[in-house]
């Protein structure tokens, strides 16, 4: 994905005069032949992330269509208080692409992941919160984000499903549908989801886009009030907002996701999904745990057609 | 035109008055004062900004990045037309447009929000930025800081980048009311010069000496008046 990002944020520069690429050296050479096409609108600030956000926000009261990016760790956790008062107090608008999500830099330690930061984001008002399963998805978010003037944090990672789902619009689209609860898959953990949910009687639907929420699917495709989210970063980052959702029905809700817990060990992305219960066999436990009972009758009546 | 245009101007003499409407009394908080020669200066010989045609160019942009102690800048404001002089008794009240800290988004003529510390000068930068790659080489843009206000490390971030990066539209007016807790040796002019800027100190009550400091020229460089209070 972050490949796709450079090269369709060097052709943004190429035909959109008010794009700029702000850069804290992270990805900064990938960037090499577009600042020498556009020395003034791409810019290297250095290791400097507090910079990062508020020459965004400076860069959007002049009137142009700031890009930046660094690791997620570094665009939303470090320089937090930039993006509260630089971008949202001041009411400028700005595109934040990150690289690195929950665990890319499994190796690298907690320094490296950023599990919390969609739920940070999720404290301010008005931001658009993609989490892109696939690269074609990444590309259409980011060229509709360029041509706007609001607050969108784009959420890149190494992780991805094997096709890419999301197409045309960005509220949640459904995968299957089914009756005895409703599983919201976000993300590159959408392949997972349906590996997991194989053979249950569950509607599952993509969030490529987690904020807004979309409400209006969810309440459209609900039949029984039992919903499972599952997120690519903090466990249960959208719980209040399936409460939202869902407030005037009795309900029940599940949040899965990254461990609030530290993970202290290293090795692959995959050794941490797994290890955070996102592979698809502990997804398929912990759903059916939460199910209970409901599946078990379900499964009957599955096999009883 | 906007319905401040039409707002009586006021003069420098007027200024305790306006800022008495905000206090009660005319004696006026020390942060809010030491700001208010600055002020005065840039705004009524300085800056390219005017209320009754706030988007034309070329222009200047000020931003107030030390928002703490705002009724000076108020007082400026209203002496300019931006501000009507009734609404300075409502100072800090509920529906007020005059907050303890300035919200762009509620007062015309506030160009940043500020209160929190360290944020005012970064947001330059990239008013600068952008300003270099929109090609609008008339338009300068001047914040305001204090000695103190420097104690946050965001400030040396955008100090030390926009030295490098030679941005001549950036102008930083440090009001020095001696007011950083440990100081800064050599004064604060040290950390701007030694990052490639243009430094001048002046008093920061000597209009003369005010104005000549912020008309200075400065050629490939950011441009830093340290103003002594």
């Known amino acids: 994905m972050r490949e796709r990002f450079v090269r369709v944020a060097t052709e943004l520069l190429d035909t959109d005069p008010r794009v700029a690429i702000l850069l804290a050296d992270i990805s900064a050479d990938a960037f090499d032949a577009a600042k020498s096409r556009h020395p003034d609108r791409v810019v290297n600030l250095g290791i400097r992330e ?19 990016h660094t690791f997620a760790s570094f665009l939303v956790e470090r320089p937090f208080e930039q993006i509260k ?9 700005a595109v934040l692409v990150s690289s690195g999500a929950s665990f890319d830099y499994s190796s690298s330690g907690r320094t490296h992941q950023s599990p919390g930061d969609v739920a940070l984001l999720g404290t301010l008002p008005g931001w658009t919160v993609h989490v892109p399963g696939h690269a074609d998805e990444a590309e259409r978010m980011l060229r509709a984000a360029a041509v706007g003037n609001g607050l969108v944090y784009l959420r890149l990672s190494a992780l991805a499903n094997a096709t890419p789902l999301a197409v045309r619009r960005l509220g949640f689209m459904v995968l299957r549908r089914g009756t005895l609860a409703t599983i919201v898959a976000v993300g590159p953990l959408a392949d997972a989801v349906i590996d997991a949910t194989a053979g249950m009687d569950v509607t ?58 530290e993970l202290r060990h290293y090795g692959t992305p995959a050794e941490h999904q797994a290890a955070h219960g996102l592979d698809p066999a502990s997804l398929r436990a912990q759903i059916t745990g939460f199910l209970g009972a409901d599946l078990v009758s379900g499964r009957l009546r599955m096999s009883a057609r | 035109m906007s319905e401040a245009s039409t707002l009586p101007r006021y003069t420098y003499d007027d200024l305790p008055r306006l800022m008495a409407l905000m206090t009660g009394d005319e004696k006026h908080d020390l942060a809010a004062e030491s700001t208010l020669d600055v002020l005065w200066v840039l705004y009524d010989r300085v800056l390219r900004i005017n209320p009754a045609q706030a988007d034309a160019e070329p222009r200047d942009r000020f931003y107030l990045s030390k928002g703490h102690g705002p009724m000076a800048f108020y007082a400026i404001l209203t002496a300019n037309g931006f501000i009507d002089a009734s609404e300075l008794p409502r100072y800090g009240q509920f529906d007020s447009v005059l907050g303890q800290h300035p919200d762009r988004n509620l007062l015309c003529g506030a160009e940043i929000s500020s209160g929190s510390l360290g944020h005012g000068l970064p947001i330059a930068v990239g008013s600068a930025l952008g300003l270099r790659a929109m090609g609008l080489t008339d338009d300068r843009v001047f ?48 950390r701007f010069a030694t990052e490639g800027w243009s430094t001048v100190r002046v008093s920061g009550r000597d209009h003369h000496a005010l104005e000549a400091a912020f008309t200075a020229p400065h050629p490939g460089r950011p441009h830093a008046v340290v103003a002594v209070v």
């Open chain 1, 50 to 68: 507090q910079l990062l956000i508020s020459a965004a926000s400076g860069m959007a009261l002049a009137g142009m269509r700031p890009i930046a």
């Open chain 1, 85 to 93: 008062l630089d971008l949202n107090h001041q009411g400028a608008g």
């Open chain 1, 204 to 261: 599952v639907l993509y969030a490529p886009t987690i904020r807004p929420f979309d409400h209006e699917t969810l309440r459209a495709t609900l039949t029984t009030p039992v919903v499972v989210l599952v997120e690519p970063y903090l466990a249960g980052t959208s719980v209040a907002a399936v409460a939202d959702a869902l407030a005037d029905l009795p309900h029940r809700v599940l949040g899965l996701g990254v461990a609030r817990d």
């Open chain 2, 143 to 190: 914040v305001l800081t204090g000695d103190g206000e420097l104690d946050e490390g965001s400030g040396h971030e955008a100090i030390a980048f926009a030295g490098r990066a030679g941005l001549e539209a950036l102008h930083c007016v440090v009001v020095d009311n001696s007011s950083a807790t440990y100081g800064w040796p050599g004064g604060i002019e040290a």
